[in-house]
């Protein structure tokens, strides 16, 4: 679900709403990997 959010919003403009939320999901996308399959 994230990732399809991700995946609609991932041309934002950074600055917009869009732009601020996907900033948001993939921050936390990026620490929930890290945290359930680090490398």
Known sequence: MVL???ETI????PGTP???E???LVT???A???K???F
Do not use: C, N
Request: net charge negative.
């Open 4 to 6: 399809k959010r991700i």
């Open 10 to 13: 991932f041309d934002a403009e």
């Open 18 to 20: 869009e732009g601020d």
């Open 22 to 24: 996907l900033e948001k």
């Open 28 to 30: 936390w996308v990026e």
């Open 32 to 34: 929930y990997e890290e």
């Open 36 to 38: 359930h399959f680090p």
